[in-house]
């Protein structure tokens, strides 16, 4: 059986810790729970592109940064598709 292999957000995680947020913090003023943020913190959910924009606007992050967060710890699957 193989293991998947999960791959923290660190740059995500950075910006929260350095700012000295809670994962319940910013979860309340991104409108989410503490544990869905924790999912996505933790590279097990992708989240949602409007979710993304919220965190976007709360932390006042350029559309690179943005992105370089939100593709951090992503598995890219054969049958998964991005486009640019």
Same mark, same amino acid.
């Given at each position: 059986?193989?293991? @998947?292999?999960?791959?923290?957000?660190?740059?995500? %995680?950075?910006?929260?810790?350095?700012?000295?947020?809670?994962?319940?913090?910013?979860?309340?003023?991104?409108?989410?729970?503490?544990?869905? %943020?924790?999912?996505?913190?933790?590279?097990?959910?992708?989240?949602?592109?409007?979710?993304?924009?919220?965190?976007?606007? %709360?932390?006042?992050?350029?559309?690179?940064?943005?992105?370089?967060?939100?593709?951090?710890?992503?598995?890219?699957?054969?049958?998964? @598709?991005?486009?640019?």
């Amino acid at each position: 059986m193989e293991q @998947k292999q999960v791959k923290k957000r660190q740059k995500l %995680f950075a910006l929260r810790t350095d700012h000295g947020h809670t994962q319940e913090y910013v979860a309340n003023h991104t409108g989410t729970t503490k544990e869905y %943020f924790s999912l996505i913190e933790n590279g097990d959910r992708v989240g949602t592109l409007p979710y993304w924009l919220r965190l976007q606007k %709360f932390y006042c992050l350029s559309n690179a940064e943005l992105w370089e967060m939100a593709k951090e710890g992503v598995v890219f699957e054969s049958k998964t @598709k991005f486009y640019k």
